[in-house]
């Protein structure tokens, strides 16, 4: 795309930007939510099957024109195309998932077809790490695609994709001074994802290609738990809600290429969408606190229903010409616009490709990034409850890259984005996992006016021979945000802040090592290592306070927000592959170990207090960390007719 250099390794880091900043696109459509496990750190695995996937191309930085409503970065998506006439199917199991993909040609390879699907066993999983966890969420997707060249001119595409996410439980738990309030806690969410898409690539004459795209997409969202008293009828928190998001395209992409020198690329996006949302809320009681609530601020009760529908139209224009036999330029323009927050964006964008010779280029660019209040984005718990005009980033790119001559490449690039007109955003500033962050007494709502990211990032992959393929990426990255003002939402305490400090999930160092080995025809070996600086985080301290009877206590309160740092995340997988063939296909055997060397890998602490022998309340941290050591082994099957 353009003069934008970009792959799937670049995978450290989306430059200092939220989640929600990466425009995701699977064969042209832009996929909202495409992540399972949504109550896992908002997204822990992709509804994409790998197996299903042709190739991932990720753009940190410096997209062209024809990608906008994002901040910082791109990841297009390519579905698997038949390379061969006839069926292939693959079946297999694993300790993680089950799965079975087949995909074929027609009518004389003219046409060919794919589909996959899977069906998660995390909630197993879980168990197997921790016999005590009782929490199970499961997940399954589906894709289906089908394709027909009509003519010379002509090719037709229709593709399908759902997935959907259920996590249920209910345990036993404790709460309170000392966790000493026995309590059960219980959870019912499920997620949906369902999407059809119907794509038409023509050739319209010997220089003007149009790419013409129709879809409908539905986005859905139940969730439901509380914790309350095992033995009284005392709730604690509790949530129920439900959000619903669909949305209907029509998409066009034009180009025009006359030569290799010059070409022309414009088009445009218009979208229906309709959300509709109802949430309640509840905080009965915070537990940790000591000291009787007699101010009538609890219970804290919110509720909020919403339905809002509207269109968005996007258009582009962008030229890409060779002006020197060195030098090519790109410049290039878009409109967003959204009735339903009355957006009305204009964002130009400039690249330069410097060719120094055969197999070094330089490359730049400069532009302006908008991104809307998207229409489902829930602000039921800001108090002006209403969109908010789209943020603004500016962004600045710098990169020299060198191409081996027997294949692969080493890039370096450094990059500075400021990001402005920010909107309020909610967050939990305590870290670690949380089902239902909206009751928690640790709710904020932060109100940022300007974030700055820069850094630089070191990319190397190449082909050693035969055997052996190595990745190699490197990043470093400061990104700091200044915020006006904080709200705490369901406490009377607030951290202390300083106006500007450190991203939530800035890390200044990040690091990814990926090798395969083949041993021979039938094995390989595979290894990866990603390390990263700890994130910030909020911590706690304690504060004596004085009881009504006028005794002491000890009472847990926030310290500096995001004013200490986690420990630095450490992780080795590693996976055996053996391959065997027989008369009726291929079996395919591995054995995985994910953290091979059983790091603890901090996400956060739990705060508490005990009464030490002596009698005086003092605090304990205990460490909350991901996942132990975690083997892992698995089979599967395929055949071609």
């Known amino acids: 795309p353009g003069l934008t250099s970009g792959d799937y390794g670049a995978q450290f880091s989306i430059r200092g930007g939220r989640q929600d900043e990466t425009l995701i696109n699977l064969d042209g459509l832009e996929i909202h939510e495409p992540f399972h496990l949504k109550d896992f750190n908002e997204g822990a695995l992709s509804i994409f099957d790998v197996e299903a996937i042709e190739g991932v191309e990720l753009l940190t ?6 990608y906008g409503d994002k ?21 297999g199991a694993s300790l993680t998932n089950a799965t079975l993909f087949g995909e074929g ?21 879980l168990r197997t790490i921790n016999r005590k966890e009782t929490r199970a969420p499961a997940y399954n997707d ?35 001074f000392n966790d000493s309030i026995p309590t059960i806690e219980a959870a019912d969410n499920r997620y949906g994802n369902a999407y059809a898409w119907l794509t038409l690539r023509s050739l319209l004459s010997e220089h003007l290609a149009l790419n013409s795209l129709i879809s409908v997409g539905s986005v859905t969202a139940r969730r439901e738990g509380d914790e309350h008293h095992r033995d009284r009828p005392t709730e604690y928190y509790g949530v129920a809600g439900r959000r619903d998001f669909s949305v209907y395209s029509v998409k066009l992409d034009f180009r025009y290429q006359r030569s290799n020198r010059v070409v022309m690329d414009w088009g445009y996006d218009l979208r229906s969408m309709q959300a509709n949302y109802a949430w309640e809320n509840r905080v009965t009681q915070n537990p940790d606190d000591p000291l009787a609530d007699t101010s009538g601020y609890y219970p804290r009760i919110t509720r909020r229903r919403k339905t809002a529908g509207g269109l968005t139209l996007a258009g582009y224009l962008s030229g890409r010409a060779q002006l020197l036999t060195p030098l090519t330029i790109e410049a290039g323009v878009r409109y967003d616009g959204a009735t339903y927050s009355h957006d009305a964006d204009v964002s130009p964008r400039l690249h330069l490709l410097l060719q120094l010779s055969e197999r070094n280029s330089l490359r730049g660019g400069w532009g302006l ?16 409850n209403r969109y908010f005009p789209s943020e603004l980033s500016q962004q600045l790119t710098l990169g020299l890259e060198h191409r081996y001559a027997g294949g692969g490449s080493i890039r370096a690039e450094v990059y500075r984005k400021t990001g402005s007109r920010l909107r309020p955003i909610l967050r939990n500033w305590k870290s670690g996992l949380n089902v239902f962050p909206e009751s928690s007494e640790d709710r904020l709502l932060v109100y940022p006016t300007s974030t700055e990211a820069q850094g630089l990032e070191l990319f190397h992959d190449r082909e050693f021979g035969k055997r052996l393929n190595v990745r190699f990426g490197y990043a470093y990255s400061k990104t700091t945000e200044r915020v006006s003002r904080i709200e705490s939402l369901n406490n009377r305490l607030k951290p202390p802040f300083d106006s500007t400090h450190a991203w939530p999930q800035d890390q200044r160092h990040a690091l990814n090592l990926d090798a395969t080995l083949r041993l021979g025809r039938n094995w390989s070996i595979t290894n990866s290592v990603t390390v990263h600086s700890g994130w910030p985080y909020t911590d706690e301290i304690g504060v004596p306070v004085r009881r009504r009877n006028g005794t002491t206590d000890l009472q847990v309160r926030p310290d500096t927000l995001y004013g200490r740092r986690l420990p630095s995340y450490q992780r080795m997988d590693m996976r ?11 079996l395919r055997f591995f054995a995985e170990v994910i953290n091979l060397t059983n790091r603890a890998n901090v996400l956060g602490y739990d705060v508490f207090r005990i009464n030490s022998p002596s009698g005086a309340a003092q605090l304990v941290r205990d460490p909350e960390t991901w996942f132990s050591i975690l083997p892992s082994i698995g089979v599967s099957w395929s055949r071609r007719w």
Do not use: C
Request: hydrophobic share 35%; no cysteine.
């Open 576 to 586: 055996l592959t053996r391959r065997r063939q027989t008369t009726n296909g291929e």
């Open 61 to 66: 930085g410096g997209f062209p024109a024809r």
């Open 105 to 125: 040609t027609f009518s004389g390879s003219r046409g060919s077809w794919l589909v996959s699907g899977r069906r998660g066993f995390f909630d197993v999983l």
């Open 71 to 91: 901040r910082s970065g791109v990841m297009n998506i390519t579905s698997r195309t038949p390379r061969r006439a006839g069926t292939h199917v693959t079946a």
């Open 142 to 176: 589906v894709f289906g695609s089908l394709r027909y060249a009509i003519n010379a001119q002509h090719a037709l595409a229709f593709n399908v994709l759902r997935a959907s996410d259920t996590y249920r439980f209910q345990i036993k738990g404790t709460t309170g």
């Open 369 to 384: 990034y908008r991104q809307r209040q998207g229409i489902a984005d829930e602000n039921a718990f800001d108090r002006l």
